[in-house]
């Protein structure tokens, strides 16, 4: 069974520009999510996705929005970057709502310049 | 709100030493409590988790950890560490929304 799928492992941005990024989560998963993660500030959750429905969100501004598609798999995008938006991505899919065991990708590594 | 809290950002031991990280959560409701590890150029991946039953729960590579609920805790342990057992734990909790909350996270290295 494959594993999440990110795309694409690494890029680089200037300032201003806007970002997209893929996420092909486990075959049957329907819930994927998103995550931040910097150094020492561990992983912060961007927002959730079953269905195609945005089920939670975390306190990120409205540059961030992502989506879900009808096969499951999710984009996020991240419109005028900022310097602080350096950061790995992760996308985690999870099949099951009550146990909520997240599997992740190997993330996406975006360098804003 | 959920907020998790590790209490060491970095460990340093030797091979053969004990580890113990600490990890607390403030939640006022049902919570599932998890550790997830990431090894250098690796995703991360799921250590144990606990959702119910024997507070004590046993992992993979040797690992285990106990919840207490009064302490709200959920520390994770390892009688004897191995130099491949250097990485980034994660202790994440998550709601019956299935939200989670993961804690800043601690590295751990282990000296030969």
């Known amino acids: 069974k494959a594993g999440v799928t990110q795309t694409p492992r690494y890029l680089i941005k200037t300032r201003g520009q806007q970002v997209t990024l893929s996420c092909s989560p486990i075959?049957?998963?329907?819930?994927v999510s998103w995550y931040q993660q910097t150094p020492g500030q561990g992983l912060q959750f961007l927002f959730e996705?079953?269905?195609?429905?945005?089920?939670n969100k975390g306190n990120f501004p409205g540059r961030f929005s992502g989506r879900q598609f009808s096969n499951s798999r999710s984009e996020m995008n991240v419109s005028t970057l900022e310097l602080g938006d350096s950061a790995l991505y992760l996308c985690?899919?999870?099949?099951?709502?009550?146990?909520?065991?997240?599997?992740f990708g190997e993330g996406s590594r975006l360098t804003v310049l | 709100a959920q907020s998790v809290s590790q209490h060491n950002h970095h460990v340093i031991l030797s091979e053969a030493a004990s580890l113990e990280l600490g990890c607390n959560y403030s939640?006022?409701?049902?919570?599932?409590l998890f550790w997830y590890v990431q090894y250098p150029g690796q995703h991360l991946q799921l250590l144990l988790k606990?959702?119910?039953?024997?507070?004590l729960v046993k992992g993979i590579k040797g690992f285990e950890a106990e919840f207490i609920k009064s302490k709200f805790s959920f520390n994770l342990r390892k009688p004897s560490v191995q130099w491949s057992d250097t990485a980034e734990y994660f202790c994440?909790?998550?709601?019956?929304?299935?939200?989670?909350?993961f804690g800043a996270g601690t590295q751990v290295v282990v000296t030969p």
């Open positions: 985690a899919s999870s099949g099951d709502r009550v146990t909520g065991e997240l599997f």
């Open positions: 075959s049957g998963h329907r819930s």
């Open positions: 996705y079953f269905s195609e429905t945005q089920r």
């Open positions: 939640y006022g409701g049902t919570v599932n």
């Open positions: 606990y959702f119910s039953g024997d507070p």
């Open positions: 994440a909790v998550s709601d019956s929304w299935g939200k989670f909350q």
